[in-house]
Structures are given as structure tokens and as C-alpha cells.
């Protein structure tokens, strides 16, 4: 329930200055274009409000790995658990030159975990190509776990498209789990 209510303010704007992509920060990767590392610390620093050295270092790793991505979320979401556990999120999805698309995901996750958590959220996506392939489920559990400090990230892949969301918030959640997440178009209530 805390879930459901906490991000019941769906018709927000996209926050100020996260949609001012400088186009000459971007190249062209498979005909569509990705962000560099220093525009991702930016837009980092913009959905953070401040970038710490942590969530820097968590990023950097991820762009060593994974290259530069094609696009990332920007957004928040809330979480609980008591074995099974539920997670749900909004953002928004950020392209170079194009306007921003309101997301939102789900997902449950079953395990050793408990406790509740609120975080902001920053996803880097990879391969993603048309806009609308986000809109599925991506697995969880097997894939690179980039940790620092209190700052964690994994990368879930599904059908060639890879996204990693990076998440630093308050709360108390400890365990082990095995999740996937869920991106819509629209708010949905059911995590499945």
C-alpha cells in the first residue's frame, strides 16, 4: 500500500534542466545516438541533485563495461519486502534530441529480503533502438553488480537491450532476492 500511494502523482513535468541534451555531446552508435560520460555525470548530478563519489564511481564502472548508452531514466521509486517483496517506480526516458517519455516500472521480488526503501533512480540503457522497445519485463539476478559505498547498480538484459538502474536512497532493506523489473507505459498496479 505505501508503494501505490507514494508515487500516486503521476502528472508531473519532466524536472527542469534533465531535458537540455547538448547535441554535441552525443555520437552516433547503430544510427542512434548516446550520451558521453561527462553528459552523464551532468544529467546524473541534475536527478540527484548533487552527484556523490560514490554514484560517480558507480557510473563510471558502468560506462567502462557497458559503453555509452542510448538513453537513461530519470526518476524515483519506493519498495518493500518481507520475503516477497514489491517495487515501484516513474521517471522519465531521456534521448538526445527528443523529448522526454513518462515510464514507469514494476516488479516483484521473492527471497531472503526485508525491510522498505525510497530512492532516486538514474537507468542507463543500452541497445534499446526505437523508443518503445523499454516496454517489457528484464530479468534480474544475472547479471554485473556494480557497488559503491551505498550507491548499487545492476545490469538486467532481455531480447539485445540492456538497462542498469543505479539507485541511492533512504530506508532499510537488507536480503538476497531474485526480481525482474517492468516498464510501461502507464501506471499499472499489478507487478506481474
Do not use: H
Amino acid at each position: 500500500m505505501l508503494a501505490i500511494t507514494a508515487c500516486s502523482s503521476v502528472d508531473q513535468e519532466p524536472p527542469a534542466g534533465s531535458g537540455s541534451i547538448v547535441s554535441e555531446k552525443v555520437t552516433t552508435d547503430f544510427d542512434y545516438p548516446t550520451y558521453s560520460k561527462a553528459t552523464l555525470f551532468d544529467e546524473a548530478e541534475n536527478a540527484f541533485g548533487q552527484l556523490s563519489a560514490e554514484m560517480a564511481e558507480v557510473i563510471a564502472k558502468v560506462f567502462e563495461r557497458q559503453g555509452r548508452p542510448q538513453a537513461f531514466i530519470a526518476g524515483e521509486e519506493v519498495g518493500g519486502a518481507v520475503g516477497v517483496g514489491l517495487t515501484y517506480g516513474r521517471g522519465y526516458l531521456y534521448r538526445p534530441g527528443a523529448e522526454p517519455v513518462p515510464v514507469f516500472w514494476q516488479g516483484p521480488s521473492l527471497g531472503f529480503d526485508l525491510g522498505a526503501d525510497a530512492s532516486k533512480v538514474f537507468i542507463l540503457v543500452y541497445n534499446l533502438g526505437p523508443t518503445e522497445r523499454i516496454f517489457r519485463r528484464f530479468p534480474g539476478g544475472g547479471g554485473s553488480i556494480f557497488f559503491v559505498g551505498g550507491v548499487g547498480g545492476e545490469a538486467m538484459t532481455k531480447d539485445g537491450i540492456t538497462v542498469v538502474p543505479i539507485r541511492s536512497g533512504i530506508g532499510a532493506r537488507t536480503g538476497v532476492s531474485v526480481e525482474y523489473i517492468k516498464f510501461t507505459p502507464e501506471r499499472e498496479v499489478n507487478p506481474f
